[in-house]
């Protein structure tokens, strides 16, 4: 069975983030806590384990997947982010939001759409933000469950479910079960895509152009 390691975001032990790291490094799959809901994550320069993400998670490829970043210059490498949408990403992260940009070059293939957009996060959760830090490289942020199949926030039930098919996993305790907001910024236009967790307050009045 899976080892599961007990994170306090409050007081992060540094040989934990390091064990995941490793794992990562490795090509391995972990399960990780967000700001938001559990995700299934990976380095996203390893195509095998983006594959054994999917695999686990019954996914079609043609259905992309967003990732981590650690700050808004990270960002900036896998996305083109207009002056518009650096201000509100600026606003928002980091938070319970995932931003659809047009990808740069930097981002895997495998993981932008057929518009080359992409999905980018930056969780206000510590966990993820050091994970991202010390690998050197985004995760890969999907939400831990199989696809068309309830959210999981606990983490017994979490590791009964998918514990067999990843490599370690992180836990702080149950977790919301809302998932983050998506917010399209493509072409300078506001589109939300999905309401989640997060204050939509703001992003309702610039995507009514208010």
Known sequence: MVDMLT??????????????????RSGG?????????????????NKEAIDRILQIKGRSHNKP???????????SKYAHVSNHAYRILKRHLPGPYTFVLPATRETPRILQTKRKTVGLRVPDHPVPIRLVQELGNPILSTSANRSDEDVLTDPEELKG????????????????????????LLDDRVEILREGQGDLTDLRREAAGE
């Open 7 to 24: 994170v306090d975001p409050q007081n992060l032990k540094g040989r934990h983030i390091s064990r995941a790291v490793e794992v990562l």
């Open 29 to 45: 799959v972990i399960i990780y806590p967000t700001d938001t809901i559990y995700g299934l994550g990976c380095d996203i320069t």
């Open 65 to 75: 997947m967003s990732f981590v970043c650690a700050d808004l210059t990270n960002v």
């Open 161 to 184: 479910m998918l514990g067999a098919g990843v490599d370690l996993m992180l836990e702080c305790g149950r977790l919301p079960v809302m998932p983050s907001s998506v917010i399209s």
